[in-house]
């Protein structure tokens, strides 16, 4: 079975810093990552996504996920941090033939000015 | 619609109640998800349709929970008997077809409180 943790409930940066969100993921085979953002009042979001290839992904709003197999990690980064990024940062995996998402506990992003 | 609409956004029953959320999917999507929020934890897979058909509803926590996509649009989950355990944020997704490899688009999702 596949799961996600995310190990930080919380984080706090200063706008114009460098973000990096932790998730760690378990699963047997390939997986099929993701990045969610949720921010108040509003639905899930995709941030991007990794299925096979360049393990180094590009998503919107100037994110980026590194895929580190050896680690088991899918680090999601952005280098500097706005103010309208505060929101719930969720990972997720799915299997390859799946049709479902598995989602870590999330992580709360704070940005102070 | 532009997006997934879920109603009501807000929902609040009283203990042994039945309710129905409605999530209406972006038009033309043939696969449909629920998952179930609870606070301070991510989304938990419920049950997914392909067309009319439930092709898992392995993550429905028990048979007081059940859902149905009769036109392969618009689908409605159905609480029996709810329980205060029920309170949380009932998320409806969608994508153009199933797996791993089309986007699922999120509504906003209907808040339960059982009281």
């Known amino acids: 079975a596949q799961s996600v943790t995310q190990p930080d409930i919380h984080i706090t940066v200063s706008e114009g810093a460098s973000l990096e969100l932790r998730c760690n993921y378990s699963y047997g085979a390939t997986p099929y990552l993701f990045w969610y953002v949720q921010s108040p009042g509003q639905g899930l979001q995709l941030l991007l996504k990794y299925f096979s290839g360049d393990t180094l992904v590009q998503g919107i709003k100037g994110f980026e996920a590194e895929f580190k197999r050896s680690q088991s990690s899918f680090n999601l980064r952005k280098p500097s941090v706005h103010w309208s990024d505060a929101a719930e940062y969720f990972c997720a995996v799915g299997a390859l033939g799946g049709n479902k998402l598995v989602f870590g506990a999330g992580t709360i992003l704070r940005v102070k000015s | 619609g532009a997006g997934v609409s879920q109603t009501p956004s807000n929902k609040v029953t009283e203990k042994g109640k039945y309710v129905e959320l409605r999530c209406d999917p972006i038009?033309?999507?043939?696969?449909l998800y629920w998952y179930r929020q609870s606070l301070g934890q991510g989304p938990e897979f419920l049950i997914y349709f392909q067309g009319t058909g439930a092709a898992d509803d392995s993550g429905l926590p028990n048979d007081r929970f059940f859902a149905v996509r009769p036109e392969g649009s618009v689908s409605t989950l159905k609480i029996q008997r709810t329980e205060r355990g029920d309170s949380a944020v009932y998320l409806c997704?969608?994508?153009?077809?199933?797996?791993?490899?089309?986007?699922?688009?999120f509504g906003q999702g209907t808040r339960l409180t059982v009281v």
């Open positions: 038009s033309g999507h043939t696969a």
């Open positions: 997704a969608s994508s153009l077809w199933g797996g791993m490899n089309t986007e699922a688009f």
